[in-house]
């Protein structure tokens, strides 16, 4: 591990490590980040430009070599893995678990197979915590035991949950809250109802917008509550639905995947009870639609 580095004035951490380490290429940089090696205050740093303020102290340790079992994953990447977690980047269009149709090719079983690879019989199980949906890429955290699993889903209100989305028009302000009650009653699409109808849940999402264009808008969300397609309906309930979701904007033609990306998670390990902070950028195909639109 190396001395940490004190940070003295505003940067991204790209930015700062760079100025850091000029004899270092800024690929090498874009792989620490990538690969888990850099740490901001004992936290897990992967998002390129994740602010640093003066007194943060920036750390670059070694990250582990990839075990050959990471051939099992296909298609998902490894963030971090401890003896109780796994954090992943899940892409669009692969399920987090099995549903009636495809009971393979999902974000658990791909883990299940990589434990079960990698670990042979000492504890090769994963449990799921939380759930993407189909179309939605990003962060996600299963558990290695039972006991994790329990834990974790216990103080999961406490887990900062943020996504990144970019949206057929523009929300009514700049920044704001969106609140309502949720019909989840149709397995296939999520209703918003009057605030005293019974057998619903409460939802709760602050949004604040980063860039917007001529037709669109980057959002940045963190929800309060994690409500089956709460970002997506409570979106279109304001006038400006997720670009490409065909389920809540079915009058605009889907011509891209759902703009949706779960971008940063941040909670206390379950055993340690070290802060842990998990960041993802835009991918660069959404980050092409919003430019070129």
Known sequence: ??????????????????ERHPDVPRT?????????AIHVNGSTVTRHDH????????EIRKAPAPHPATE????????????????????????????????????????TDYVRTRYRGQGARVWIVHRLD????????????EEVKRRLQ???????????????????????????QLDESDPFRVRIVPADTPDTRHALTHYQVLEKNAHHSLLELRIETGRRHQIRVQLAAIGCPVLGDSKYHPDHPRKARLALHA???SFRHPRTQQQLTFESPLPAALRSLFLHR
Do not use: C
């Open 134 to 145: 189909l179309d939605t890429s990003g962060l996600m955290v299963f558990a290695r035991t």
């Open 154 to 180: 216990a103080d999961w209100s406490a887990v900062a949950k943020d996504y990144l989305a970019i949206t057929d028009g523009h929300p009514p302000a700049d920044r704001g809250r969106l609140e309502h």
């Open 51 to 58: 602010p640093l303020q003066p007194g943060d102290r920036v």
């Open 28 to 36: 090498r940089v874009k792989q620490w980040l990538r690969h888990g």
């Open 263 to 265: 971008s940063r998670l």
């Open 1 to 18: 591990m190396s001395p940490g580095l004190p940070v003295t004035t505003a940067a991204t951490i790209q930015s700062f490590l760079i």
């Open 72 to 111: 099992q994953l296909r298609g998902l990447t490894l963030i971090h893995e401890d003896a109780d977690l796994l954090i992943v980047e899940k892409p669009a269009g692969l399920l987090s678990i099995a549903a009636k149709n495809e009971r393979e090719r999902t974000a658990y079983a791909l883990l």
